[in-house]
């Protein structure tokens, strides 16, 4: 069966310094992989998606930014965060089929 | 921008009653899926319905869907505390899936 890893589950970060939150997925071969970030208490808006090593597409522009280095890996990166990049980042992978299957989530708090 | 936004943003029923959620989005779609999120945790997908079906049905969930009004709904019947959570809509088109705002239903006991 198929599962998705992130870590860290939470994360406090000063303002100005860098990100990295990694996100795995076992048990597949070549999902399409995403990014999306929650501010509290509302929706999911979508940050990168890649649909294979290498392939970053990008949504809103910020300051952050997203490799693939393996196929079952990406990473959601930045160089100096910003307070507003406080949230709740969630990865997905998508299959064949068109169902998301989501992480488990990591809360980001930037002081 | 957002596509898929629900309505309301937020609904408060009684343990057994029907809960009735709706969506709206702008522009052509795949299909249309309805995901659940219990506070702090992660997305968990509840249904499918593909741009050529008008219903779905799967245990207490039934799904509409109405092309030419660009709307769905979500309807719980006999709902539960334990269906206490916060439900989104999500367009799929290609390679992308556009979230809403999502609703917050709370089932009181």
């Known amino acids: 069966s198929q599962t998705i890893h992130q870590w860290p589950a939470t994360l406090v970060q000063p303002v100005g310094s860098p990100l990295s939150l990694e996100c795995t997925v076992e048990?597949?071969?070549?999902?399409?992989l995403y990014w999306y970030r929650q501010a509290a208490g509302r929706g999911l808006q979508l940050l990168f998606y890649?649909?294979?090593?290498?392939?970053i597409s990008s949504e809103v522009p910020q300051n952050l930014s997203a490799s693939r280095p393996q196929d079952r890996q990406f990473i959601l990166s930045s160089k100096k965060l910003l307070l507003s990049d406080s949230g709740f980042y969630l990865c997905?992978?998508?299959?064949?089929?068109?169902?998301?299957?989501f992480g488990p989530g990591t809360r980001l708090t930037v002081l | 921008s957002q596509q898929g936004e629900e309505d309301p943003q937020a609904l408060s029923i009684q343990e057994g009653e029907n809960a009735t959620m709706n969506c709206s989005y702008k522009?052509?779609?795949?299909?249309l899926q309805w995901y659940r999120q219990n506070s702090g945790r992660g997305l968990v997908h509840l249904i499918l319905?593909?741009?050529?079906?008008r219903e779905k049905h799967s245990g207490r969930l039934r799904v509409t869907l109405d092309t030419s009004k660009k709307s769905s709904s979500l309807l719980i019947t006999a709902s539960r505390a334990a269906d206490t959570a916060s439900y989104f809509c999500?367009?799929?088109?290609?390679?992308?899936?556009?979230f809403g705002a999502g609703t917050r239903l709370t089932v009181k006991p």
């Open positions: 997905a992978w998508r299959p064949l089929t068109d169902t998301q299957y």
């Open positions: 048990g597949t071969s070549n999902p399409n």
């Open positions: 890649s649909v294979g090593i290498g392939q």
């Open positions: 522009t052509s779609i795949n299909n």
């Open positions: 319905i593909r741009s050529n079906e």
């Open positions: 999500a367009k799929h088109n290609n390679n992308d899936m556009r």
